[in-house]
Each structure stands twice: as C-alpha cells, then as structure tokens.
C-alpha cells in the first residue's frame, strides 16, 4: 500500500490516499481519506504513523509512504500497527524527529466531550481538546439525532472505529510536539487492538491512554439535545480553535 | 467446514485419484467433503475411494470452462469454507495443520483469499510415484513455481464466493478465470495471502502441455480480453456452458441464474398507505419484472399502515404471480427513512435499487445501472435522468440531472438528482444510513453525506423511470419540509467544512454547473406511449397542410370515388388553400376530408399557439387517459395523418400565452393596417377569401393569432405601408372586400391617426 499525504493549509484540508501497489492490497471502500478544517502543519512521522492505522485493514506486505522518509523507530512501530506488513519504506535510519513529547490530546466526538473532560482528571497541567466530527448518522440508531460538527470533520469513521479514528487524529494534529493521546474507552472487544496499538506508540515516544466515558451522562445530554428538537442540527463549534482546558488531573488507565 | 472442489473433464481416473487421496490422507480437522465435478466427460468419471467424504457430480456440458465446473462444484458443496484445486495437484502429506491455518484465517474473514505456491514436478516422476514420494525427495527434485498462477489451491470462503458472484462463467476453457477471481477478491476489500510455501506444499505433477488441443490458444486469449477489458467486481453467477440446474423461480426462460445464490438486485420500495396506493404500487413492481433476467428481488416496505391495511396489502402482493420473489416487510412508525433503512437490512441482494410506489421504471433501468459498476468498479452507485408526468394533466418535463459531486450538490442550481432514480451498492447503505431523524428530505440529506464521504455516484447517461406526480404526492405535499430540511443538512455540512473550502466548492460547482446528456432521448410522444392508460387528458393536433395529401378519397366496393364532383365547399371556397406555394394561413381544405376527420376525432378548427401566419390545425376536443388518445391518434394515422398529442393543461396554457405585440415591427416611416379581432378562424379565411388573388393586397395580408383566456382571436394585418393617402385608401378598399373595419398601427401594434 502506498500512502500519499497532501496538505493544503489554506484551504484547511488534509487528504491521505491509499493507492494499491502490491499484490496483497485490498480496496477499502473509500481510497482517500479527509480532515477538513485542519490548519495544524503535520509531521511526517506521526503522519506515517496514523496513515499506517487506517491503511492497516487493507495494507498486504509492502507500506510505503511517498514524499517523506521515516525513522527506524516510527517503521518498527508501523509494522507492530500492520501486522501483515514485511516491509516499511522508505527508511532513513539515522531520522530522529520526535522530540521530548509536551501535548497531551483529548480526541473525541464533540457529544462525548462533556463526559470525557469531566471524568479525566489531570495533574499534569495543560490537555488540549480536540473534537472531531464524521457521518452523521450513527449506523445502529440510523439517526444524527445528538450528533453535531467538531472541531475537524473527517471521513475516516467510514473505514474504522471510533476510536482508532481519534488516535489517528491525535497523531496528526499533534505532531512532533506529541506526549500523550487520550480516548474515549473502547468497548472490550477492541481492548487488545488499543492495547498492540499503545504498544507500538509507546516505540515512538507516545503514550496511549483511555479515559472512561460517564455513559449516564452522555445519555443525558444527548436527550437534552433531542428534546430540542431542531436545535440539535445545530453545530456549537464554529470555525475557531478551542482553548487548551485547564483539567485538575489525569487519570491514567 | 471444508469442501475440496476438483473439476475435471475427460481426465485419467488414476490423476484424480491421486490427487483425491493426496488430500483424504491429510491430518486435518476441517476437510468434510471432498466433490469431484465432472463436467461434461465424455465417458461419466467412475472413482472409488471407499471414503464416504468424496462425492462425484457430473453436469453435462459441451463446452469446457473451468470456471464454471468450479461454481458448479460450490453450488453442490455444504461447507462454508471451499477448496479449489486441480486434478493434476498432490498435496504434501504433512500440510494438513497449515490448510487449517489457511481455512480458519478465511472463515474469520481475515483473508479473502488464500493460496498456496506449487512445486512443478520433472517429466520422470509420475502421479502415483509422487503421492509415495517423501515431500523432502519432491521439494530436491521439483522447481518452485513464481507467485502468479494461482489456481493450484486456493482457499475462499463462501461468502466471499457469493460476494464477488463467484469465478465468471465467460471463461472457457481454462486459464485466466484463477487470476480474475483473485483479482475481483482484492478490490472487494479483501485480502489476498499466500501461504507460505515451506507450510503449505503442493506439487504440480507433470502431463503433456494441454496448449495443443483443438481452440485452446483463442479460447486462453478471449479469456485475457475478459480479465482485461472488465474490471468490475460483482458478476452475477451464470450456468452458461452446462446443463446445471437454474434458479428454480425463473419460468421465463430468459435467465440463466444459479440456484442458491442471492439475487443481484433488491429493488427497494417503500409504501405509505394512500389513495389509489394499491394501483400504482403493482404498476411500479411490474415495470421492473423482466429486466436483466429477473436476477433480482423485490421488497415492499411498508410505511405505517393500520393492521388492516397491511393485511390488505400482503394479500393483494400475494395475487401477483410475479417470477421474481416479492417480500413485504413492515414499519410500524410512519418513517420514510426508518423504511428505507428497513430494506437495506432486509436486502439480500449485492445492489439496492431506489424505487418508489408511484414511479414506473424505463426497461433499460437495472441494465444502465449495472453497466455504470461495469466502467468503474470502484462506483459505489449511480443515479439518472427522469421524466416527470403528472397523473392528472398529463404534462411531462424531462429531467437529465447533473454530476452528483459534494461541489454541485452544496452550490449547484436546478434540479441535480432525483431520489427514486438511484441505484447503491447495499454495502455502502448499510454504512451511510438513511438519517430518521429527519421526517422528509433524508435522500437529499443520503446524497450530500455520502458525496461528503468521498463515495462516486455515477450518472448512468440515461433516463432510468417515469415519476408520478399526483395529489397525495409526497414531494408536493411535504415540499416546504423538504426545502427546510434539505437548507438544514448543507448548513450542518457547510459548517463541518469550513468556509475556505466551501468558497472553493462554490467556484467548482459554477464551473461545472451543466447538465448530463441522456443517450436514450426519448420523444415526447413516445413518452406516452409508456404511461398509464388511465394518465393524463390530451389534444390530438395536426396542421391542416397535411389533409392535402393524406386522406385518400372514399371509394365504394368496386373501387370508385364517392367523392362529391362539386361539394357546396368547394364551391363556396374555390381559393380556400390558397395559390401560393405554401399553405396560406387560414387555408382550409374541402370540407370532405374534414367531415373524415371529425368522424375519427371529434375536433375542431383552430391554432395551436399565439404567433404571426401560423398555419391552422385540427384540434381534437379533451381525450381523458393515454389510451383513448393514443387510440385515436393510431386511427388518424390509418387515415395516413400524423398527429401529435399535447397534454390539455400544456395546450391551454399555449392559448392563454397571448400574442408578442412587440415583435410586430413597422419600419420608420411606414403603418400597418389592423383588423378588429375575429373569433373564427373560418371567418379568417373567408375575408381572404374575399380578396382578389392575382390583387397586391392579398400578397401582403398576414394572420395574427392572439391567445387569451377564451380562446385564440385573428387579427389581418397588412404590410408595411408609406404615407398617409396610400394608408387610407387600402384601408377603405380592404374594408369594402372584406367587410372588416381596419385601424392604423405602428411598431408594437399600437393604434396611431390616419
């Protein structure tokens, strides 16, 4: 699989393409990948890094990733990522770009924001949220009853769960500067997918952690948005970028 | 778990049973059955294993196609995990484990496809010698094949069998159908693995090369043509070369579908109970019968009917003895979307096409959407043009649509896309969901997420239904709901992109604002020839030049003319169609040839728009239903007259449309001579009639016809006339021929002094 980023900061988008070139590649039902309103420069290695998480359903034994080259320690954690893939290229093994990580990212959906701020608790300072927004109606309810536009939208949902599509973006958006991604928890049966993922970012310096959703809470904020009515179509974030959120402390999990 | 399929013809019996004993003696826990297909030998295949796993299914066949004895052999096979291999194939006798390996990783759907990498085997070991062999003394002796012919064992699941519509059956002869299968497998989404060979050995056992026999070279290049010039993914699973049975419901003789396979199309109805639904619902599902060999299903949601009423539905859908299978569901909240969404769990089949109770579908509909996957395998859906009828006036208006982009849809104008006119595969539906929340709007609302998604919905370059509008129309009652909802789903996406590039979407949807271009133009009679019978009320009009020549004259049994020598109307008109060249405007023939005429159509004489020496016409009275119309316009064309149909609303409003007085132009210095308006167009005729033809004021008169809301009035206009005493005196002449009082105008018609 062959993995081509572009980004056009005036626009605001980031396209990642998935283009066949090895026999065992497979088609996903969308080859390009899109965040929109993204105005963060990406760096390539966290770039290579989520590009290979959302490549990895359909990569067979070759990744590579054209226009940049990435470090020995970002192709080790990518072949944890792809299982499948024998080959990481290309690779400059002197690279060394990620530097002492300082971000902390909370990524999640905006609706699941409130009880995710809520119930991770931080000593360590500063964590920046960061909402993303994708198909709107959700495929068991088959309603966008409570979903509304974040921060980023993206069609990454389409191809992967939830929660792989906001370490994907964490990566992206929080670059070289990256120390720790926070997620909502995944249900069980994803936990040793989170955890093989948190192990080959932990290669790189980076450290995974989940947080628990207040699921009563969520319900109930979703239900206040429904008894809106109309109100809920309304997205509450607009164009601007939202402050870093002061959190008292982290909990780990 | 696990059926081998080994299709063979006209094969020794000691290779097969070589290679059928090479996988009976393996360790393996999930080998069940072991199906030999003998496809059209010409000596039945007779092999004894004594092994109560291996059966032999013979299907007569004249034609050898590989491809085909392999889906025969799936079709017959219980396991849900297939193994396809080739008779001249012996398995190691230690790779029982790694076959385990490779049927439990496509089971669990992490490989699509598996397969292993041959060994070819010298000329000097023969099939038996190499099932005794040791795999060490074969793997020293034998050469490893590259990684590119795949058909030596490949493992699949059923599913993805059933996904891609198995190996196709245009294959013939052997060859190139291994690497289109894989090929197909890839670009579904799955993965493709070879095992690894020190695993999984197998080893190729020689024979004399088979490219001698009788049409082998052409039938391998037709095949490469195939796997070269499609590219699509879903092929629907055909018996094309043997004698397998069909599909048990297809009585038409048309289809050649295999049995036990999905259909290649859930046709997808949702209904809401009310007036007239039963009608209309039977007429859209019989528009689709018949097409692409009934290769499809059809389900009926129903929207939130009472208990009764849904009873009442499953009985009358009961009564239609359909070739297709026809399933009602239902929804018990009245809920478009939760309707829609109800089939698309409900679908069986690889697409779903959007249909509506009240629309009828053109034949060429499923064909020309089926063709779009065929150019662009990586199509999600696709969509066409439509023609709008009105049930109750008949009007019709032909919409092409546009290119579905995320550009058009957010900032296009006009109309785009029609719902009822889409065609999706079920797997992208079951990803992007009708959204119930919203009551009315959700298809627009389906169409900007999924262009938002990055997903390409084609333009089939076609008309594709017929869509009926009528008083319990849901786009005309809910259109105010639709507009809001549909402002409120490009806001929600506008905002989600950002304003940079929606100004980027706005600028590519003003470039790229223009209409597709609909192959199959269909003309306008031709259009309602398909409606209804009951549709529509209509005028049947012709321009009265063509009585000249089309009525042939009354004869009696031994051939003579009943004719009148000197008919009162041809007496009192003898310049009645006028000297000229061309057909004078208010020439109307003999009085005969009309009387035929009425006699066919009751009708009358007149115009058929506002405008300056339009030849009259025979207008029809009101014919109600499409029938009826057509019915009398097939009589007038016995009497050699070609009609044309217009729909009564459309002709009414053509004779309100008054006439354009500013394009009556006067050049400067010059009057025109006006007539007081006349409401016969005989009276028309008559006054010209009346004047000389050899005269210069017969040259120079015209005929005005101006619509209004009662009908059409004549007005005789002169030519351009220079000074006042040249004025005054035509005036005084065309009123004592014509008895008419004339006025003076100038440019736009406007009356000035003498």
């Keep these: ?253 | 778990m696990l059926s081998l399929v080994v299709p063979v013809r006209n094969w020794p019996e000691q290779r097969i049973s070589t290679c059928m004993r090479s996988f009976l003696r393996l360790k393996s826990d999930t080998l069940s059955e072991v199906l030999i297909v003998d496809f059209g030998s010409d000596e039945p295949l007779a092999v004894h294993s004594g092994d109560p796993r291996v059966r032999i299914v013979r299907v007569e066949a004249k034609v050898w196609s590989l491809a085909e004895a392999i889906n025969v052999g799936v079709l017959h096979a219980e396991g849900a995990v297939i193994a396809k291999t080739d008779a001249d194939i012996i398995i190691a006798a230690e790779a029982g484990p790694s076959l385990d390996r490779a049927v439990a990783a496509t089971a669990d759907g992490t490989t699509g496809l598996a397969l292993a990498q041959a060994i070819d085997l010298p000329e000097t070991i023969g099939a038996e010698e190499a099932y005794q062999a040791s795999s060490r003394r074969l793997n020293t002796m034998g050469r490893v094949r590259p990684r590119w012919g795949q058909g030596g064992l490949a493992v699949f699941s059923r599913f993805t069998w059933e996904a891609i519509g198995g190996f196709d059956s245009r294959f013939t002869g052997w060859g190139n159908e291994d690497n289109d299968f894989a090929e197909r497998v890839r670009r579904s989404g799955r993965k493709v693995r070879w095992f690894d060979s020190d695993a999984l050995k197998i080893y190729h056992v020689w024979h004399p090369p088979s490219f001698h026999g009788k049409g082998i070279v052409a039938r391998r290049a037709a095949n490469i043509e195939v796997a070269k010039k499609d590219r699509s993914v879903f092929r629907p699973l055909r018996i094309l070369h043997s004698q397998a049975p069909r599909r048990s419901q297809d009585k038409s003789g048309l289809s050649n579908v295999a049995p036990r396979t999905p259909p290649l199309v859930t046709i997808a109805i949702a209904s809401t109970e009310r007036k007239n639904r039963l009608r209309m619902l039977k007429e859209a599902i019989r528009s689709y019968v018949g097409q692409i060999g009934n290769d499809m299903e059809i389900v009926v949601a129903d929207n939130g009917s009472s208990d009764a009423d849904y009873e009442h539905l499953c009985a009358e859908l009961c009564k239609l003895k359909l070739p297709v299978p026809l399933r009602p569901i239902r929804v018990k909240e009245p809920s478009i979307p939760a309707a829609r969404n109800a089939i698309t769990d409900a679908a069986a089949g690889r697409y779903i096409c959007v249909a509506d109770d009240d629309d009828i579908a053109l034949p060429n509909r499923l064909m020309d959407h089926l063709a779009c996957f065929e150019k662009d395998p990586a199509a999600h859906g696709s969509h066409g043009g439509w023609i709008d009828f009105d049930e109750q006036t008949g009007l019709i208006e032909i919409n092409e649509g546009k290119e579905r982009t995320l550009a058009t849809l957010l900032f296009g104008s006009g109309k785009i896309t029609s719902h009822p006119t889409c065609f999706y595969r079920t797997d992208v539906l079951r990803r992007i969901r009708y959204d119930e929340a919203l009551a009315l709007g959700s298809d627009f609302d389906l169409a900007l997420r999924m262009a938002n998604a990055g997903l390409k919905i084609k333009h089939t370059h076609s008309y594709v239904i017929l869509r009926r509008f009528h008083s319990t129309n849901v786009t005309v009652t809910g259109l105010a709901n639709q507009v809001t909802n549909g402002e409120k789903s490009r806001f929600r996406l506008r905002d989600s992109l950002g304003s940079a590039l929606c100004d980027g979407f706005a600028a590519s949807a003003k470039a790229s604002d223009q209409l597709v271009y609909c192959r199959n133009r269909i003309d306008r009679q031709r259009i309602i020839e398909m409606l209804p019978p009951y549709a529509g009320v209509w005028r049947l009009h012709f321009p009265l030049s063509v009585l000249k020549t089309a009525v042939p004259p009354r004869t009696n049994g031994n051939g003579e003319s009943l004719q009148p020598s000197g008919s009162d109307a041809q007496e009192s008109d003898p310049d009645a169609l006028g000297d000229r060249g061309d057909p004078l405007p208010g020439a109307v023939p003999d009085y005969s040839t009309v009387e035929r005429v009425i006699e066919t159509v009751d009708g009358d004489i007149g115009s058929t728009a506002s405008g300056i020496n339009l030849e009259f016409a025979y207008v029809s009275r009101p014919l109600r239903g499409a029938a009826k119309a057509l019915r009398a316009k097939r009589r007038l064309g016995e009497l050699g007259i070609e009609a044309e149909l217009t729909a009564e609303y459309d002709f009414a409003e053509r004779s309100r449309r008054g006439f354009p007085w500013s394009h009556l132009k006067v050049p400067k210095g010059a009057r025109r001579l006006l007539s007081e308006p006349i409401n016969d167009p005989l009276a028309v005729t008559k006054a010209l009639a009346k004047l000389p033809a050899s005269s210069i004021l017969r040259g120079m008169m015209s005929v005005i016809a101006d619509g209004t809301a009662e009908g059409f009035r004549y007005h005789l206009v002169s030519g351009p006339l220079r000074g006042r005493e040249a004025a005054q005196s035509t005036a005084v002449m065309l009123r004592k021929l014509s008895a008419i009082p004339f006025t003076l105008v100038a440019n736009g018609g406007v009356a000035c002094d003498f």
């Design chain 1, 1 to 253: 699989m062959k993995l081509d980023l572009k980004q056009d900061l005036a626009l605001g988008r980031l396209t990642l393409t998935m283009t066949e070139n090895c026999h065992g590649d497979s088609q996903p039902l969308v080859d390009t990948i899109q965040f929109n309103r993204f105005h963060e420069k990406v760096a390539s290695d966290t770039a290579a890094l989520a590009g290979a998480m959302i490549a990895s359903r359909w990569c067979g034994e070759v990744i590579e990733f054209s226009g940049f080259k990435v470090g020995s320690d970002v192709a080790e954690a990518v072949r944890l990522i792809v299982p499948d893939a024998r080959f990481v290229q290309p690779i400059d093994g002197f690279r060394r770009n990620l530097c002492e990580g300082h971000l902390h990212l909370l990524v999640c959906q905006p609706e699941e924001a409130a009880s995710v701020v809520d119930s991770s608790l931080s000593n360590r300072g500063l964590i920046r949220l960061v909402t993303w927004s994708g198909e709107f109606v959700c495929v068991a309810t088959g309603s966008s009853a409570g979903r509304i536009a974040g921060e980023i939208s993206t069609n990454a949902d389409i191809l992967l769960p939830d929660w792989e599509t906001s370490i994907g973006l964490g990566l992206l958006v929080g670059g070289l500067r990256l120390g720790s991604i926070l997620i909502q928890q995944p249900e069980e049966e994803h936990v040793r997918n989170v955890e093989r993922i948190a192990a080959a970012l932990r290669i790189v310096g980076v450290q995974l952690r989940t947080v628990p959703a207040r699921a009563h809470e969520r319900n109930d904020s979703i239900r206040q948005r429904t008894v809106a009515g109309e109100k809920e179509l309304k997205p509450t974030t607009r164009g601007k970028q939202r402050p870093p959120l002061r959190l008292p402390a982290l909990a780990v999990v």
